[in-house]
């Protein structure tokens, strides 16, 4: 009997921003929300993760006091680790403290006239800054600071610093607040790239550069780039890596003399994996909810005209729409036909945009039929979250997990449910990535492709012998894709001599790679990682509640002191914003404090220093992975791959079916994105 395999592209198109990242006030407060002066972005991209610095002036405009309030979307994987508050002479620095304490405090100096900040975080949607008593005229400096991983994926690595509103926010949310999203003076950022590996290529898709200066053949680069837009459009960079870089394992480790470490482990593997080129079946699932309003629907019906018109003789489609439930208008699949492309574009066209987002039916429903015998690709296609109908992830997580399935999410736009797409990837072995309406689309379908077109590698559990380790995450995962980068964060005792193994197997034949690396003694060189390491470790037991394996008491518990501990925002906890003094009355320790001054220790040095590769697999001959060669049996004795990794420039060729829906869907973004802003 053959093993089912069936191909999942889970598209979540959040259309163009309604709202933009900005300062609010109640709409009925009688009060304006507080003008933008500036807003200045720094962004250091440095072997594996990003450190965003955020630089705001805002003022009060009114003639009254005000509660000046700041929110802007939730980055992906994002630790909020520092904030800092100036307001004419008076410096407010931030501590985290538990989530009523910090609202207890924050309020206690409010009611008494006093300035004081506080930073939260509401869930996968926005973290929001909240300043106290700012006199009318006054001008406040807000400084902050998060780290984030940064895989590299196929050859590229992508940064995104997310301002639009990802349309996630209920109409009661919507209709309470004033915003305001538009700098009186500039917004820049500025890139600092320090890449270990060569770099061939720089691109964003938004903003003008106004300095340059790169070494790229070096990894290095320092460009500022104004954005015309404000805040209203997300930012975008792009660097592609030089090709032919071998397949490697990177360790980046934290360690002070006497303590436990930290480690970032970072595997690109140089495997061949071959191309899917039989024959498919393709349904696509399309949300006809009432956001799809406004011509979005038919433009994905000529979408999916192009598509069907695109595939090979010997494959079929089905399409099924969705709302508050869902519906199969073809009747099943039916072969890619003249006559039946030409029926499906009318049934289409009479498709009206109305009612809930029911995203569970339409997959329940596209999880029917299926052929043992042939590989089937399911494509949907939906501007929001689930709202309607069966809404727990465990009920996702029970449906997914029916089938040996394959899931490649694209969340499209800001405030996404990241926690869910994680708990639909993770139960069925699939991969998923953001996409902004600011993204360079060609060269997302373009890494998208490769992967849904090409094998992967099953059953993936990395081990490391030799030395303890403690708390690590992803460490065993269902699937690895080509390109994809295995992230893992962990924890190690003692130091000395390890053996990293990756075992998996590859068209249902088991493979082992192994190196060999040491673990240092002492390495202060990223203490950044500590916070990166419990923001992974959070969301690792977040997907276990949504899998029905944890408590939720207990996991809120571990979140608060997993928080507490690292000095991080997260749902328990938040920063609140105090003057020395203010600190000291409220008998809040200065954690944070020690924290941030050897974070910034650390970011001085690294700048007068190298740029250190933190390659562990010994060098050795590479050659690139042919696409109808036998895997390679011979190994170095420490090298864990024989090929070169990945890289975009391998898949070139003529735009196929996926290539075509991608556009499709984001066709639908720009005319939406358009038409709201005319």
């Not at 006093?114 to 300043?131: E, M, P």
């Not at 080129?277 to 979408?303: E, H, P, R, W």
């Not at 081990?463 to 894709?481: E, F, R």
Request: glycine share 8%.
């Amino acid at each position: 009997m053959n093993i089912k395999r069936t191909i999942i592209t889970m598209c979540t198109v959040i259309t163009a921003a309604l709202q933009a990242a900005g300062t609010l006030s109640p709409v009925n407060s009688g009060q304006k929300p507080a003008e933008i002066v500036s807003h200045d972005v720094v962004v250091t991209i440095n072997n594996g993760f990003a450190q965003t610095e955020v630089n705001q002036q805002f003022k009060n405009i009114n003639d009254t006091t005000m509660e000046a309030i700041y929110s802007f979307p939730v980055p992906q994987s994002a630790s909020l680790a520092d904030c800092q508050v100036q307001i004419g002479e008076q410096t407010m620095d931030g501590e985290v403290v538990a989530k009523d304490k910090a609202k207890q405090v924050y309020e206690e100096e409010k009611n008494a006239g006093n300035n004081a900040g506080v930073a939260d975080k509401n869930g996968y949607q926005d973290f929001s800054f909240r300043i106290a008593n700012l006199a009318p005229q006054d001008t406040a400096r807000i400084t902050f600071t998060y780290y984030q991983p940064l895989p590299v994926d196929t050859g590229v690595c992508r940064y995104q610093y997310p301002l639009e509103e990802g349309n996630t926010d209920d109409v009661g949310a919507l209709s309470f607040w004033e915003r305001n999203d538009k700098p009186t003076g500039k917004t820049t950022v500025r890139v600092i790239l320090r890449s270990a590996w060569p770099v061939t290529a720089v691109r964003v898709p938004q903003g003008n550069v106004t300095t340059e200066q790169a070494d790229l053949a070096s990894g290095t680069a320092d460009i500022t780039y104004e954005l015309p837009e404000g805040l209203t459009k997300d930012f975008v960079f792009y660097y592609s890596l030089a090709n032919n870089l071998p397949g490697r394992l990177e360790v980046i480790p934290f360690k002070r003399s006497g303590e436990d470490g930290t480690f970032m482990m970072v595997l690109t593997p140089g495997i061949d994996l071959k191309p899917i080129t039989n024959g498919a079946d393709y349904v696509f699932v399309l949300d006809k909810s009432g956001s799809m309003g406004g011509g979005k629907i038919q433009t994905l019906a000529k979408g999916v005209a192009q598509t069907i018109q695109k595939m090979n003789v010997n494959d079929r489609f089905r399409i099924i729409t969705f709302n508050q439930s869902a519906n199969d208008i073809t009747g099943g699949y039916i072969p890619a036909s003249p006559e039946n492309v030409q029926k499906a574009v009318a049934m289409l066209n009479n498709v009206t945009a109305d009612g809930c987002t029911n995203i569970y039916d339409g997959l329940k429903a596209a999880l029917t039929k299926l052929d043992d015998d042939r590989v089937t690709s399911l494509v949907i296609v939906t501007d929001g979250v689930a709202n309607t109908g069966e809404v727990n992830p465990q009920a996702f997580a029970k449906l997914m997990s029916r089938n040996d399935i394959r899931v490649f999410g694209f969340l499209m736009g800001n405030s996404c449910n990241w926690p869910l797409m994680r708990t639909i990837c993770d139960v069925s072995g699939g991969f998923y990535d953001a996409v902004s309406n600011d993204d360079d689309i060609i060269g997302k379908i373009m890494l998208a492709k490769s992967k849904i077109t090409s094998e992967a590698l099953h059953d993936v559990k990395v081990s490391i012998n030799g030395i303890k380790t403690y708390d690590v995450t992803k460490d065993c995962v269902k699937k690895l894709y080509r390109g994809q980068q295995l992230v893992m964060f962990g924890r190690y005792k003692d130091h000395g001599d390890a053996t990293v193994t990756m075992k998996t197997r590859i068209s249902g034949e088991d493979k082992t790679y192994t190196c060999k690396m040491t673990f240092p003694e002492q390495d202060e060189d990223n203490p950044e990682l500590e916070r990166m390491f419990a923001i992974a470790q959070i969301e690792m037991h977040e997907d276990m509640v949504n899998q029905g394996l944890e408590n939720q008491t207990e996991n809120t518990d571990f979140v608060r002191s997993i928080g507490l501990k690292y000095q991080i925002v997260t749902d328990e906890t938040s920063l609140v914003m105090l003057t020395d003094a203010q600190h000291a009355k409220h008998a809040i320790d200065r954690n944070n404090q020690k924290r941030v001054q050897a974070e910034r220790t650390a970011q001085a040095q690294r700048k007068t220093q190298p740029i250190k590769n933190y390659r562990v697999d010994a060098p050795k001959p590479q050659s690139p992975a042919p696409t109808n060669s036998p895997a390679p049996t011979s190994h170095h004795s420490n090298g864990m791959f024989q090929y070169h990794a990945p890289h975009i420039s391998h898949g070139g060729g003529a735009m196929d079916v996926w290539t075509v829906v991608i556009i499709a869907t984001m066709g639908a973004v720009a005319a939406r994105y358009r038409k709201q802003n005319q």
